[in-house]
């Protein structure tokens, strides 16, 4: 069947129902714009989206030296050719008239155009006074997971060893830094365990504060196939919203925000009493169950509910489901990344499938999910806080490995501390200490926590601020220097998922004027630096893409992220493949620990853990002692309250997050049409009781206060727990009518004006989702309705009390496929989805208790 559907109604398209163990049907989604038949596309260009973690592999029309459209790759592992609303409509930003397309300089206070010689001879005088008056320590660089493998790799060199600075990490910081500790935590190295393929197989699927049908819709589009078809999974849902899959879960548990550790606990706590634990893979492959046994004894489900604020017998359902599962498939996202005990709470995942034995095998895995796009390389080229290759950088064999592939003196490479992350690196600007800040591919100004201290912190005189960015962001215009950069679809590199699949993507078009791919920016900065290796030779020794990516092959080579096996040949016209890919395994790997814990051994581990509750580093001797044959290690740890609770000034939880429709500060997604209708101003959701309570109507303007600042957005009343307030973290300010921001007058609408300047004491990844919160009324909305979607967790209480949204005409995509014509996606389809989890709810529970 070849069906044209609006993508912005039913995000989700037709279903394509399949059963347990069956391949997923393909489905090809394509989006061309108007007046463009396939037949007048010149050339289709092979690329995956940058939008999501998921890497949908996806083809780029080109008409007449112009993009014009995308079509999902058929044979691709990831998406089996299906694409996500922000893959079909996001790539219309490229084109905007707004690029930078030329470099621009602050002179007199004002930005102003210049050639690419005075930004670079600016960027490289500043770097030289610094270098001689104040040490490498006064240059610090804060990146992103939004570029290619190439270019971090590129810049993690110059960073370290050219410059010779500790501080440089990406806004992955805020991304996966938890992801990337709780693998440390469990396994002893970074490495996504599990597979998307996982979902074929798995009969139970567990989603820890993952809203996965927003945030990687075409996997959600594979849930609702395998729970379409025979022998569906059963899924549990903890997030404290009525996401689409906490609608469709068969056990869904709401928790008060930052209780996620009790819960866990809890949870653990029923699968050790029922005796549901795997005790031979247990005795075989881990170290410290006894521990845990002893710290979970007392967390019974009624302690949890208590704190949690979710029925007992909830708790109870949740374990049936988990502790019966055949193979059980994980996820767990920024709900817990972003929360309280962030860290602690991710490794209790990882331990539930420790004692149960479901590691490894088709449909038993953990996902500790990325987001970005690129977040895997951030962290695997040791472009955030780590080592090229998860290289432990307290053990001096693997800095002296480094320093081998670099030909430079071990001493070179910053490892007498750990490496500084973002958090701290703005510490240290705002202190005075770093002197220069490089940023690429990210918008502080909007994203980081407490933005009137970020504001200040990169207003400052003494701060020397570049920002290489496609648009003149909130950020750029703070800064000294101004780098236009070219972006996907407009330069060629690699780049890695969630689930550890390789894409190559493609230059299908020129970038707009002077603006030059990042991995270009880089290599000229290290060529004026005049960068030299121990031997008086160029630093950096490749000079573009492809000889980037080779030598990257040489410094993963050995190490778990071994990229030896790949070429840009083997990449093209065909499906990405997944790391570990070496000549031995030239198909790449499905699965991290099918037979044992590779990487843990004290000889090889990226890291020697840390401990959970002050996040201090153990040492190679405490490792070793407690985990001396590398295997995987179970970490007990206990709840603790989240440090901002609600009083009487503050009586709401406040937590923030993304919407469907858009793609974080928005410079992409607005930028598209469909997208930015869909969603185009802040709101703020609150359940039906609270609004009820203090005579608060839909579409009321709000303001919303914290001890940091306050924000103001119209008021949306869904099903979300009471005493909870969501605002999405999208808003900036650059394309408001009144102005430019804060300071002239707007309303402040950026989520990032009431969060706090506090991070997990593990990972330092930010609380961007534990914070308490006044709420008062500004205006009454009189008939108005928020500009939130319908289709999403922001639905309404009332279904129908506000217009759906939809995308009519522009937003028609066309499917070709097997598709049942059902998309089972819209208003109406709600209550049948929710009869659906009654249901398999029940049923199931029960069923598998018998
Ligand atoms: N549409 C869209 N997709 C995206 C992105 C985007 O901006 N837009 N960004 C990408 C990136 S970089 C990322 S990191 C991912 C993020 O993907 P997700 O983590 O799925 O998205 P979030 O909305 O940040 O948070 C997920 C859920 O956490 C819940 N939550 C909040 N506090 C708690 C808590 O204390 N406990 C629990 N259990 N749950 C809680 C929220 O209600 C929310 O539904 O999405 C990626 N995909
Ligand atoms: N309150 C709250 N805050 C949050 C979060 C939350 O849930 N709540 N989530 C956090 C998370 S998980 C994330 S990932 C961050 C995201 O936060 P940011 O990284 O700040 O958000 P983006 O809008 O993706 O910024 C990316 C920038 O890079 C530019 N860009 C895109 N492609 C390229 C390229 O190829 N080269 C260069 N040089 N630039 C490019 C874009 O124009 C954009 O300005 O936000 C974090 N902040
Ligand atoms: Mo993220």
Redesign the pocket.
């Known amino acids: 069947m070849d069906a044209s559907v609006d993508r912005i109604a039913r995000p989700w398209g037709s279903r394509t129902p399949y059963g347990r163990h069956e391949p997923w049907p393909v489905r090809v989604d394509t989006y061309l714009e108007e007046g463009v038949e396939p037949g007048s596309v010149q050339r289709w260009v092979q690329a995956a989206s940058i939008?999501?973690?998921d890497g949908d592999a996806m083809d780029i029309a080109v008409v007449d030296g112009r993009m014009a459209g995308v079509r999902g790759r058929a044979d691709d592992r990831v998406n089996h050719g299906r694409l996500?609303p922000?893959d079909l409509f996001g790539w219309q930003a490229n084109a905007s008239p707004d690029r930078l397309t030329r470099p621009l300089v602050r002179r007199d206070g004002h930005l102003t155009g210049c050639d690419w010689a005075t930004a670079m001879d600016r960027i490289v005088a500043r770097s030289r006074e610094l270098l001689e008056k104040r040490g490498p320590g006064a240059i610090g660089f804060y990146t992103t997971?939004q570029l290619f493998l190439e270019e971090y790799y590129t810049l993690a060199l110059l960073a370290r060893a050219g410059i010779g600075t500790p501080h440089l990490d990406g806004n992955t910081r805020?991304?996966?830094a938890t992801a990337s500790e709780a693998l440390k935590e469990s396994f002893g190295c970074d490495g996504q365990p599990g597979s998307y393929d996982d979902l074929d197989h798995a009969d139970a699927i567990a989603l820890?504060?993952?809203?996965?049908a927003?945030?990687?819709?075409v996997q959600w589009m594979r849930v609702l196939d395998r729970l379409g078809g025979p022998d569906p999974p059963r899924l549990v849902c903890?997030?404290?919203?009525p996401?689409r899959v906490a609608r469709t879960a068969a056990v869904h548990?709401a928790?008060?925000?930052?209780?996620?550790v009790a819960?866990l606990n809890a949870l653990l706590h029923e699968i050790i009493r029922t005796d549901r634990v795997d005790h031979a893979y247990i005795a075989a492959h881990t170290v410290g169950y006894e521990e845990l046994v002893s710290r979970v004894k007392e967390c019974t489900p009624e302690w949890a509910a208590a704190i949690c604020d979710v029925p007992a017998a909830r708790i109870g359902e949740a374990a049936e489901v988990l502790g019966t599962a055949d193979r059980l498939l994980s996820t767990v996202?920024?709900?817990?990344?972003?929360?309280?005990q962030a860290t602690a709470a991710a490794v209790q995942v990882n331990n539930l499938h420790l004692i149960r034995g479901m590691l490894g095998r088709p449909g038993a895995g953990v996902l500790q999910?990325?987001?970005?796009?690129t977040?895997q390389n951030t962290r695997e080229c040791g472009a955030d806080g780590n080592l090229p290759g998860f290289r432990n950088w307290q053990n001096d064999s693997h800095v002296a490995d480094l320093a081998r592939v670099w030909n430079v003196d071990p001493r070179t490479i910053p490892h007498y501390a750990p490496p500084t992350h973002a958090m701290q690196m703005f510490r240290y600007a705002e202190q005075g200490s770093i002197r220069m800040l490089w940023i690429n591919g990210t918008n502080p100004a909007v994203s980081l926590p407490d933005l009137s201290r970020v504001r200040s912190i990169l207003s400052q005189d003494r701060l020397f601020v570049i920002v290489q960015d496609l648009f003149l962001t909130e950020t750029a215009q703070l800064a000294d220097v101004v780098l236009p950069a070219a972006t996907w679809g407009e330069k060629t590199g690699t780049f890695t998922n969630a689930d550890r699949t390789v894409h190559l993507s493609d230059k299908a078009v020129e970038p707009p004027g002077e603006a030059k791919p990042d991995l270009d920016i880089f290599l000229d900065y290290a060529a004026r630096m005049d960068f030299r290796d121990k031997d008086g030779g160029p630093l950096v020794t490749w000079h573009d893409p492809e000889s980037a990516f080779e030598a990257w092959k040489r410094c993963s080579a050995g190490r778990p992220c071994d990229y030896t096996g790949l070429t840009y040949d083997r990449l093209r016209g065909r499906s990405g493949i997944q790391w570990p890919c070496t000549e031995q395994t030239p198909e790449g790997t499905e699965r991290l620990y099918t037979d044992t814990i590779d990487w843990a051994h004290p000889d090889v581990c990226e890291s020697y853990g840390k401990d959970l509750v002050t996040g201090a580093a153990d040492d190679a001797v405490e490792y070793r002692s407690l985990n001396p044959d590398g295997k995987a290690m179970i970490k007990a740890a206990s709840y603790l309250p989240p440090h901002e609770t609600p009083d009487a000034a503050y009586p709401f939880q406040l937590?923030?997050?993304?919407?469907?429709?858009?793609?974080?500060t928005r410079t992409k997604?607005a930028r598209a049409p469909q997208l930015n209708a869909a969603a185009p101003e802040v709101w703020v959701e609150v359940s039906a009781a609270d609004a009820a309570a203090l005579g608060l109507d839909e579409g009321d303007l709000v303001e919303v206060t914290t001890p940091r600042g306050a924000l103001r957005g119209r008021l949306r009343t869904t099903g979300?727990r009471p005493g909870l307030l969501?605002v999405?973290?999208?808003y900036g300010y650059w394309d408001t009518e009144a102005g430019h921001g804060p300071g002239d007058g707007t309303p402040a609408r950026a989520a990032n004006e009431t969060t706090i300047t506090d991070w997990d004491p593990v990972s330092k990844q930010p609380l961007?989702?534990?914070a308490a919160a006044a709420l008062r009324l500004v205006e009454r909305g009189n008939g108005r309705s928020a500009p939130a979607p319908t289709t999403t967790?922001s639905a309404p209480f009332r279904a129908g009390a506000v217009p759906s949204t939809t995308g009519g005409t522009s937003a028609l995509a066309g499917q070709a496929g097997d598709t049942d014509g059902e998309e089972g996606e819209g208003n109406k389809e709600d209550e049948d989805g929710r009869e659906d989890r009654e249901d398999r709810g029940k049923g199931q529970v029960e069923g598998d208790s018998e």
């Open positions: 939008l999501h973690s996500g922000k997971g805020l991304c996966t820890f504060g993952h809203n996965i927003e945030t990687q819709p903890v997030d404290p919203r996401t548990l928790p008060r925000l930052g209780t996620n819960l996202l920024q709900g817990v990344y972003q929360s309280h999910m990325n987001g970005q796009p977040a937590t923030t997050g993304r919407t469907l429709y858009h793609f974080h997604t979300i969501f999405p973290f999208h961007f989702k534990t967790a």
